[in-house]
T-cell receptor
Framework: GNSVTQMEGPVTLSEEAFLTINCTYT??????LFWYVQYPGEGLQLLLKATKADDKGSNKGFEATYRKETTSFHLEKGSVQVSDSAVYFCALGRLIDEKLTFGTGTRLTIIP | NAGVTQTPKFQVLKTGQSMTLQCAQDMNHEYMSWYRQDPGMGLRLIHY???????DQGEVPNGYNVSRSTTEDFPLRLLSAAPSQTSVYFC?????????FGPGTRLTVL
């Protein structure tokens, strides 16, 4: 079956640091890959997505590239801000029925 | 647009009680689903629907029922609550390009 493994947290960085959150997956077929973000007390918001190999998803300075050869979809940002503090979830799914498989989430805290 | 709305925001039940978690969306999305979020386990799919009148089980369906009589509404029913159902429940909807999540219902079963 499908599964998603993402790096354990929590992750604490200083403002303006470079961010990488690792995500690897196992899946049958050709799933789409997603990163969702959850701010305190809120539901999940779609941050970015990629629907096929070598696609790069990007939004709000975050980006991730769908790497089929390494089955990875690592999230990166060049310069994080305090407002990026949240829990980040990697997920895979099929756009045809939107059944998503989530990773366990990585809590990110940015300190000024 | 209100997006995806969920009620109630918080709920405390006693073991054996029943209740319905409400979910509604005003975006005319065909796909709707229910997830539960537990510490260290990410989100797990309970039930989902690809359109009015069509529902199917997800990864953890036991103890939950759903129905989809309209495009807008997708209620989740707990028939006999158990402490293992203590969790945060999220409803989500989509047109097939990424899910929109509601704000969640925090449920505690004593």
């Amino acid at each position: 079956g499908n599964s998603v493994t993402q790096m354990e947290g929590p992750v604490t960085l200083s403002e303006e640091a470079f961010l990488t959150i690792n995500c690897t997956y196992t899946a049958t077929g050709y799933p789409s890959l997603f990163w969702y973000v959850q701010y305190p007390g809120e539901g999940l918001q779609l941050l970015l997505k990629a629907t096929k190999a070598d696609d790069k998803g990007s939004n709000k300075g975050f980006e991730a590239t769908y790497r089929k050869e390494t089955t990875s979809f690592h999230l990166e940002k060049g310069s994080v801000q305090v407002s990026d503090s949240a829990v980040y979830f990697c997920a895979l799914g099929r756009l045809i029925d939107e059944k998503l498989t989530f990773g366990t989430g990585t809590r990110l805290t940015i300190i000024p | 647009n209100a997006g995806v709305t969920q009620t109630p925001k918080f709920q405390v039940l006693k073991t054996g009680q029943s209740m319905t978690l409400q979910c509604a969306q005003d975006m005319n999305h065909e796909y709707m689903s229910w997830y539960r979020q537990d510490p260290g386990m990410g989100l797990r799919l309970i039930h989902y629907s690809v359109g009015a009148g069509i529902t199917d089980q997800g990864e953890v369906p036991n103890g939950y029922n759903v129905s989809r009589s309209t495009t807008e509404d997708f209620p989740l029913r707990l028939l006999s609550a158990a402490p293992s159902q203590t969790s945060v429940y999220f409803c989500a909807s989509s047109l097939g390009q990424g899910m929109y999540f509601g704000p969640g219902t925090r449920l505690t079963v004593l």
